[in-house]
């Protein structure tokens, strides 16, 4: 299988820095990908990483460990509008991206 | 930027019937298009993966007769739910990947109410 796995729910304060952890199986790798999705709309692309190492996009920031098969998802500066599901995916054989559980993430004053 | 419309965005209908959600990617040839279904507070699971002019792939655990796959060329895929029952109630939201990209553009997702 390719489990995907990533903490059920975060709770953060605004202005803060939150981590957002997710480890998969490694074999088939062909990338990790980091979508945000509101309530009720379709995934928001965030980041792609396909190499080891942090890639960085204003308050959003995506690293990667293949040998570990692990990401993290970190987000700056909180902001209320940040409150969204978090959602780790993975490349794998034939284009196929499959999702993790997913990250509820609670932005509070 | 790469754009997938699908549509509709919601629909409602009786149990028995059928409902067909079409996928298509509006500025680019998707020679891939995948079929998601997301059950409220859960993630998004994969259903199949639709390739143009040939049969779909289903994941383990959905059934390929209730669930048809159409994706006659290289701009629309359909999603076809037969004989709908209340349990197929769901978000099913397509997803496109162009050949050579690393992306893949999402639909904005149509939400079924079976009655």
């Known amino acids: 299988g390719q489990n995907i796995d990533q903490p059920t729910e975060m709770t953060a304060t605004e202005g803060a820095i939150v981590q957002i952890n997710c480890t998969y199986q490694?074999?088939?790798?062909?990338?990790l990908f980091w979508y945000q999705q509101h309530a009720g709309e379709a995934p928001t692309f965030l980041s792609y990483n396909v190499l080891d190492g942090l890639e960085e996009k204003g308050r959003f920031s995506s690293f990667l460990s293949r040998s570990k098969g692990y990401s993290y998802l970190l987000l700056k500066e909180l902001q209320m509008k940040d409150s969204a599901s978090y959602l780790c995916?993975?490349?794998?054989?034939?284009?196929?991206?499959?999702f993790g559980t997913g990250t509820q993430l609670k932005v509070e004053l | 930027g790469a754009v997938v419309s699908q549509h509709p965005s919601w629909v409602i209908c009786k149990s028995g019937t059928s409902v067909k959600i079409e996928c298509r990617s509006l500025?680019?040839?998707?020679?891939?298009m995948f079929w998601y279904r997301q059950f409220p507070k859960q993630s998004l699971m994969l259903m199949a993966t639709s390739n143009e002019g040939s049969k779909a792939t289903y994941e383990q655990g959905v059934e390929k007769d209730k669930f048809l796959i159409n994706h006659a060329s290289l701009t629309l895929s359909t999603l076809t739910v037969t004989s709908a029952h209340p349990e197929d109630s769901s978000f099913y939201i397509c997803?496109?990947?162009?050949?050579?990209?690393?992306?893949?553009?999402f639909g904005s997702g149509t939400r079924l109410t079976v009655v």
């Open positions: 997803s496109a990947h162009k050949q050579g990209d690393y992306g893949y553009t």
């Open positions: 490694t074999s088939g790798f062909n990338g």
């Open positions: 500025d680019f040839q998707a020679t891939t």
């Open positions: 995916a993975r490349g794998g054989g034939g284009n196929k991206l499959t």
